[in-house]
Structure formats: C-alpha cells, structure tokens
C-alpha cells in the first residue's frame, strides 16, 4: 500500500482559511475523490499553534491510500486526473511549494480501529536524516531506538511513522526520509506535552539521528473524504 502524503500551500492572495475550504468542499469532492484507483483520503487542515509568528510552511496536508505503483500510475493517467484534479490545482494551490513524499506507514502505537475516525489532532513531523547516516540506519533508530521515547509523551493516543519508499532513492534524494504521526486529543494536549520532560527528551534523541535544518513539525485536523466514518 502506497500512503502517499501531498503538502501544499495557498496560491498568492488566497487565504489560508479559504484555500482550507475550496481543498476540502471543493477540489477533494469535486476532482479528487472521482479519481477510481484512490482507496482512502483525506485533507489535512493545518492547526494554528500558539505563539506563532513565521508563516507556516505549508496550510494543509492530502493523504492518499492507493494499491500499488500500478495502480498509482494508472491514477496519474485517468482523465479524472488529467481533466479534472491536475487542472483545478492553479486555482487554489500554489503548486511550486508543494511537497510529495510516496511512503510506507508502520503503525507503532495503535489509536482506534483503522476503520473509525481517530479522534483529535495530530502533530505531523518531517525528518531528513543526519549527514554521514544510510538510510536503513535511520529508520533502525527511528524504529528501535526513537519510537519507545515518543509512545511515553504525555497524551499521546496513537504513533505512526511513514518512511519514503525505496523507489524514490532509486532517482534521486528525496527531501524527507519519514514523516511521523503523533495523535491527541486536542491541541491543549499538544501545549501540555511539549511543556514536559518527556517531550525534551525526545527534542534531545532528534540531534542523534536528524539534521535540524530539515526537521518540520506542524500540526493537522484530519477530514475524511473517501474513508472511515465517525461511530
């Protein structure tokens, strides 16, 4: 399964509040979710956090499930891509500051069913491993040593980490090695983790295995738009 995860920013003049919507009611319903090989997907709607002041790197996360590479050139070559999603693009994204990352995710710490909606917020980290380290020595310390400190933050309810997948190393380096997925129920909950020693902690193990200039957290309400229901 590919879990591919599309991050995008609004087009010059576009609010966020407004390219968030027109994602959402408009491209996701209308050209997105008519594309026949998606499986699952949803639009990710950034969070604002407290004290921010830089604009954010990106206002909104897509998450598409689809079988395999077949499958994901086939949607590449549908005319609901070609006619309809590739074209509604320029009218709400800024397409040059998009991110795409195909991956692989491994479920660590399990939340609710796959097939219910999980519950709150979740925190989005990107990750470039650090220079000197191979690509499976970080995801053996992302796994192994990594993953035990961040399923032992405070309010943490589910952990998912997503590692690019080898095909894209094939071509060229790509800008991210994993995005990890942190749940909670609320960003009250976010606030109250980064305030404790746990949370230092893991700030700390990042310098072991991340280089710093190319990790990026932002946090993310997730919508369903082909996917599990809410119970």
Not at 112 to 135: C, F, I, S, W, Y
Not at 185 to 201: C, L, Y
Request: charged share 25%; hydrophobic share 40%; no cysteine.
């Amino acid at each position: 399964m590919i879990h591919q995860l599309i991050f995008a920013f609004p087009r010059p003049g576009m609010s966020e509040e407004a390219f968030q919507q027109y994602w959402l009611e408009e491209h996701a319903v209308r050209y997105a979710s008519k594309i026949p090989q998606i499986r699952r997907y949803s639009v990710d709607a950034r969070v604002p956090r407290r004290g921010e002041t830089a604009e954010p790197l990106w206002s909104g996360m897509a998450e598409i499930w689809l079988a395999n590479g077949e499958e994901q050139v086939a949607s590449l070559q549908s005319p609901e891509f070609l006619e309809g999603a590739r074209l509604d693009e320029p009218r709400w994204a800024a397409f040059w500051r998009s991110v795409v990352l195909d991956t692989a995710t491994e479920t660590v710490l399990p939340g609710v069913p796959d097939d219910q909606v999980q519950p709150g917020v979740k925190l989005v980290v990107l990750a470039k491993r650090r220079e000197g380290m191979t690509v499976e020595e970080f995801r053996r310390y992302s796994r192994d040593l990594h993953a035990p400190l961040v399923t032992a933050l405070p309010g943490i309810r589910r952990y998912d980490q997503s590692y690019t997948q080898d095909s894209w190393y094939e071509v060229s380096e790509p800008p991210f090695d994993a995005a990890y997925h942190l749940w909670f129920d609320n960003p009250g909950a976010v606030d109250a983790m980064e305030e404790s020693a746990q949370h230092a902690r893991v700030l700390a193990d990042y310098d072991n295995f991340i280089n710093p200039r190319y990790r990026h957290a932002l946090l993310f309400r997730q919508n369903w738009v082909i996917g599990p229901r809410s119970r």
